[in-house]
């Protein structure tokens, strides 16, 4: 086997590490205390070309593989979580449907735009009493006898779902069926439509410089074209979706346990107790041992679910294994470092700090672990 990355890759991986170093990290404590999305940042994330790296090119992308797209992501989330989740669920859950399953139409509108970081999509599934239970989704759709269809319902905790460049939401809704078994179809909605509001949501523990919204839509008309794919279709392409954001969120939590990790091992070496540096005690130094080991095997587990994916191989167990260990790992690893840097770690002036609060919503956000873990319960035959 093969564990090299290509060329294209470390250049990828060395580029984005640049511009998080240079360009976000200076300004990420701002940003988080202010709770403010970087529309600028994000406009040079998109000159990078981190939005559009699996669009093909004839759809204004890079054409390039999973892998690069998730180191990416990784590189992002070492220095802050913010700008990382911006991407991953700009590409993740705004871009990958439409690539997935837009017709070559719908594919041609809206994709150039979003490979270029000039606009987001977002992608409208959770509600305020669905969650984990995504068939519990109250949003409706009613189909009028001229074929359009009318929109209500309200959507909760949606990344990227307000800013000032989000162009729409992909919005899952019921479209039919019976209470027992009801139908779902996406429906691609664009901002400005009559009937649809978003506010943006504050006050939160984690991604703070991120955007997330609660969308409502009160009869809200959207004509028949707007359909993603095929009617009754919604469930299967929401599924399909969140097995390959799965792997953007292992890549969050790889890069947050990262970025903890490498500012604990700074400040061990630095940091003097009993006329030594801390990483010269063994209950530190084994701690940091420890981060090592469970970064490297986290990042090998996600790099193998991402060639399974890119050389088409089933890939959704793997998915919701790495989405369960780095997230997991990523918990693990900020807990030590904000114990390793003492009170310290609890001041909002280091990093590790922001990593700590970052860390928890990877263990909530597109699947709880409970979720991964029946995922996975299942695919082993319980």
Known sequence: MDFDLSDEQKTIRDTVRKFAETKIKPKAHALDEDEEFSLALTKEMGKLGVFGLIVPEAYGGQGLDYLSYVIAVEELARVDGSHAATVAAGVSLGVAPLLYFGSDEQKRKYLPRLASGEGLFAFGLTEPGAGSDSRGSKTKAVEN????????????????????????????AVSGGTPDAPEFTCFIMEKGAPGFTAKTMHKKMMWRASNTAELYFTDVRLPASSILGKRGAGSKQMLKTLDSGRLSIAAMGLGCAQGAYEAALSYARQRQQFGKPLCRFQAIAFKLADMAMKIDHARTFLYKACWMRDTGKPFGTESAMAKLYCSEVAQWVANEAVQIHGGYGLMKEFDVERFYRDQRLLQIGEGTSEIQRLVISRAIGC
Not at 153 to 162: E, L, P, Q, R, V
Request: no cysteine.
């Open 145 to 172: 006898p001229d074929g359009s269809w009318t929109l209500n319902g309200a959507k909760i905790f949606i990344t990227n779902g307000s800013t000032p460049i989000t162009d729409g939401i992909i919005v899952q």
